[in-house]
């Protein structure tokens, strides 16, 4: 049984990224140097200075836990490929029982359409900008399978559940300010703490959307064979956790709806920055804990586990006429711009996470991509370019946000211009 520790929460910013002009990159490193500060004096003071926990579970013991109960719950991203084959089954017979019931022919053409949000912080005022553009042209599709990782955990059950949470979608991007997500934390408590901030305010902004009409929403179109996927990193086991909150929002337990406010709040949690969410599990009969934080410590945006090939399962159930369509969002630049480094201890560490997590979002895409051209899936990717350049003047301005969402609106209203590929792959 997995069921929530109640903690502090986080902000829905993905791991840390720098993206933008070189105002913006000054101004985030500093928030990483200060996040870095933190965690220095208290690893200094880690051995008078250390919260109780309940042991970590085992990952020998990982895959007897079921959390509540819930048949296909979560996933370890590089687990046992029968699962997620058996999950994909599953859905895809429920899609076609749907399609029948709306009276559609059983030898009618049919498209799967996925959409990956990646993390970015505030920076995701750009993908929520560009998903309300999109609904504004009047072409944008009802999507079969919406993943989320950090700030994109955030916006995806808006996305999923489509148009008609545009508005909420809008208003968590342009009227959210700092206050809104965390508490700056004394620095006596910082010492003794997890974390550099107090996060509260942003499992109250959750769980203010994460309402149960939207709950009961999401498992209606679960029973449709649509997926609503959430990563986070189990980071005693370094291993990335495939959340499916479409069983977890079917469930009739009533901790299910707290359940999907904890995982999307540790999607957002930047270890270090801040506190991890802590789940308790009892596992034959004893109990443990697992530390949950930022899913873009292991990655920064995901499609489908590529052990799971898409085309053996639609052998299998017989789709023929079939398409597959992926669209990748990216909350933010493609590299971290130059900048010229101080010689300083924490400007250092700064900018080398910075550049690393940049690097790693890359490497994520041609990840995807690799995966989608092997499976058939045709590849579109959206990115801030550099046509946007105004500075970045710290966390959660709503004046960036609202024109970072006005940017992505436009661009999604007048018909974005889909990457087919990678930055800098050649065929």
Known sequence: MLQREDQKGARPGGSVRAAGSR???????????????????????SACATLERLPAVPLALASEIRPLDIPYARFYADGDPAQFRALAFEVVSKARAARAAAGQKPDASTTTTF?????????GAFGAGLLVGW???????????????STGALSAPFAFLGPEYDDKLKSVYTETSSADIFNKEPIL????????TDSTPLRQLIARHVDQQMI???????????????ATTNLDQ????????????????????DLIIEVLRASASIPGAFPPVMLDVTVNGKRYEEMHVDGGAMTQAFLYPPSLRLKSVERVVGTAKHKDIAYVIRNGRL????????????AIAGQAIATMTASNGVNDLYRIYLTTQRDGVEFNLAYLDDEFGVPYVGPFDKTYMNTLFEFGYRKGAAGYSWQKAPPGYQN
């Not at 959409?115 to 920076?123: E, T, V, Y």
Request: proline share 4%; net charge positive; with cysteine.
């Open 23 to 45: 105002a913006r990159s000054g101004s985030r490193c500093k928030h990483v140097c200060l996040a870095l500060a933190g965690l220095v004096v208290a690893a200094l003071l």
């Open 335 to 346: 590299f971290r711009p130059e900048e010229q480094v101080k010689r300083q201890t924490l």
């Open 189 to 196: 408590s910082i010492l003794s703490g997890d974390a550099v």
């Open 238 to 257: 370094a291993r990335s956790v495939i959340w499916n909150i479409g069983a977890i929002a079917k469930s009739p337990d009533p901790r299910a709806r």
């Open 115 to 123: 959409l990956a949000i990646s993390g970015g912080g505030d920076d």
């Open 135 to 149: 609904t504004a042209r009047g072409d944008r599709p009802q999507f079969s399978v919406v993943t989320g990782i």
């Open 216 to 230: 009961r929403r999401i498992a209606e179109e679960y029973d449709k064979g649509r997926l609503l996927l959430v």
